[in-house]
């Protein structure tokens, strides 16, 4: 199967600018959506989402990890 992704201009830590793979992606909890931009990692056994996002969406972070 072939996938196509858009390349975004991304900044590293270093200060040089690179083009990486992004897709445009829509969460959901409860009535709140959330659409944004989330960078593709074919090698990634697992996802982050960013704390302000969890917050906007209305997550409950509290508990056990």
């Known amino acids: 199967m072939t996938m ?3 390349f975004l ?4 830590p270093n200060g040089t600018t690179s083009k990486r793979p992004y897709v445009l992606v829509r969460f959901f909890h409860n009535d709140k959506e959330l659409e944004q931009y ?17 917050t906007k969406l209305g997550l409950d972070l509290t508990g056990k990890r």
């Open 4 to 6: 196509n992704f858009r």
């Open 9 to 12: 201009d991304s900044s590293s």
């Open 38 to 54: 989330a960078l593709i990692d074919s090698g990634a056994d697992m996802s982050a989402m960013d704390y302000r996002y969890a």
